[in-house]
């Protein structure tokens, strides 16, 4: 009965993830693209370095969500993990952040725990990216004021964040979430925080890559404050992706320094295609070889090679 409801649910959020998923391909098609093609013939020399600073923005994310699976004792340093966690690229549009959902049950359906202990990994996860964009922010809020003090800052935030979380998980001792103190006073926290912060300084440096040749006083540190600022606001307000609150948010950063109006959507939207957009269906051909590898029918003898090979026996 259990494995039915489980089977059900997993079809009603894939029905889900297509359907807004066609939504979005629908906002997508729909939108005028011509001046983006046209900005990208004229700026054809820096798209492949700002791939390459959306794929190590992402790159960076995925090693501090495995190591949070990894320190909950889930394997996620293989091709699996990376497959689980390239597979929740599929779930951008989804709201309230639900894609998240998408990581979880991969690893479960791999063999990798229960789903109860990568849901738990996973709020994790969303605690300490969380934790590290905060940080960022607050860094540069006080580097505008003293730089000097703008390090401190963020240790200084970090340590009280991390100092909140154990005090929480102090409080939950009889529950599933409850956490040790040896999982917040540890150096690997501090080490998956600085990952992810590093992930979201290279998202910011994605939109100065974009903007750094428009007219108006983008400086590097505008942009390595939009860009993840903009992005948490936009996923904030629970909208599908963040779409139209993200662009929004930043378009109005961007007026603060000056941008004109004129090139405004068409940097935005050039931003958007490559460090948004782009891992859209890439998610989608993950989680379909993904779902391809799990259904593949094997034999007693694969089966016990592959449950050995996956650490169950």
Not at 61 to 79: L, P, S, T
Not at 184 to 205: E, F, K, R
Request: proline share 4%; with cysteine; hydrophobic share 55%.
């Amino acid at each position: 009965m259990k494995a039915r409801i489980i089977k059900y649910t997993r079809l009603c959020a894939f029905v889900l993830l297509g359907v807004v998923t066609i939504f979005g391909i629908y906002r997508f098609a729909t939108g005028d693209w011509s001046d983006v093609v046209s900005y990208w013939r004229e700026h054809f020399a820096i798209i492949p370095l700002l791939i390459a600073i959306s794929v190590i923005d992402v790159a960076l994310e995925g090693i501090a969500w495995m190591w949070v699976y990894h320190r909950f004792k889930i394997r996620a340093f293989d091709r699996g993990g990376a497959s689980a966690f390239l597979a929740g690229r599929a779930g951008l549009l989804l709201p309230a952040q639900l894609g998240r959902l998408i990581r979880p049950d991969a690893m479960t359906k791999l063999q990798r725990a229960s789903l109860g202990e990568c849901l738990k990994a996973e709020a994790v996860v969303f605690v300490l990216d969380s934790i590290s964009v905060l940080a960022l922010l607050g860094g540069l809020i006080v580097y505008r004021l003293l730089p000097l003090a703008a390090p401190f800052a963020v240790l200084a935030f970090i340590a009280f964040a991390v100092f909140m979380g154990n005090w929480i998980g102090g409080k939950l001792t009889h529950t599933r979430m409850h956490l040790p103190a040896t999982f917040w006073w540890a150096w690997p926290t501090l080490a998956i925080i600085v990952v992810d912060m590093t992930g979201w300084l290279a998202h910011g440096l994605a939109l100065h890559v974009v903007v750094a040749g428009l007219p108006g006083n983008m400086t590097l540190w505008d942009s390595l404050f939009f860009g993840p600022g903009t992005a948490v606001l936009g996923v904030g307000t629970g909208l599908p992706g963040g779409i139209g609150a993200t662009e929004g948010f930043l378009g109005a950063s961007m007026r603060l320094r000056s941008v004109p109006v004129e090139h405004l959507a068409v940097a935005i939207a050039a931003f958007r295609l490559i460090t948004f957009w782009m891992w859209i269906p890439i998610g989608w051909l993950v989680l379909a070889a993904l779902n391809r590898h799990l259904s593949r029918p094997v034999s007693s003898e694969s089966a016990a090679e592959l449950a050995e090979s996956e650490g169950i026996m």
